[in-house]
């Protein structure tokens, strides 16, 4: 069955918003204790393409299949399935925020597969870095983030200056700061 990308994500009002983030059924990950443990020989570049022995892995689905597989603990990335937990090696972060959109009060980010996440308490906004050279994140699952890129940063600057000159948002209740500590 082909894959259909949901729609861009300033057509969709907070429900829908919202929608799309519960139809997205992932793996129960968190609750597999694989016995068998390795290497997936697989890197995940900082500006989020996939790799398997250092080739591309050129279909979408295939990297968003991975992705569902994802968890970070105190050791690294690893992809989970029931019977294995195989290493992967993550140059920045697993994913790759591409989109942001404030729909009444709440942040909604679409990531390089397709995912959406909503900023809020449990999925947090962290500002790193220095002043000078911020480096912003987005806790996405199971202890993955996703690297605002370039053009989402300035999007979020935009909507940060819309709601005040203290370089903060709000998503949920929860406030974040734009400049590193």
């Known amino acids: 069955m082909p894959y259909e990308p949901p729609p861009e994500i300033a057509a969709l009002s907070l429900a829908e918003l919202a929608e799309a983030v519960e139809a997205r059924r992932l793996p129960p ?7 068998q443990t390795g290497d ?5 570049r900082a500006d989020g393409t996939w ?15 991975f ?5 970070r603990d105190a050791e690294g990335h690893w992809l989970i399935t029931p019977v294995q937990r195989l290493t992967i090696e993550v140059e920045d972060a697993a994913f790759v925020a591409v989109d ?10 679409r990531l390089n597969t397709d995912d959406i996440v909503i900023a809020g308490p449990e999925n947090t ?6 002043p000078a050279t911020p480096a912003f994140y987005l806790a996405v699952r199971r202890g993955c983030e996703a690297r605002l890129n370039r053009s989402t940063y300035q999007q979020l600057a935009q909507i940060a200056l819309a709601q005040g000159d ?7 209740g929860a406030d974040f700061s734009l400049v590193p500590a």
């Open 40 to 44: 997936s020989h697989m890197t995940i």
């Open 51 to 65: 790799l398997h022995d250092g080739s591309p892995i050129s279909r979408p689905a295939m990297v968003r299949a």
């Open 29 to 35: 990950v968190e609750r597999w204790a694989p016995a």
């Open 100 to 109: 942001v959109i404030d729909r009444d009060g709440t942040l909604a980010f």
């Open 125 to 130: 906004l962290i500002a790193r870095g220095d």
């Open 67 to 71: 992705a569902s597989l994802l968890l």
């Open 166 to 172: 203290d370089w903060r948002v709000t998503s949920q």
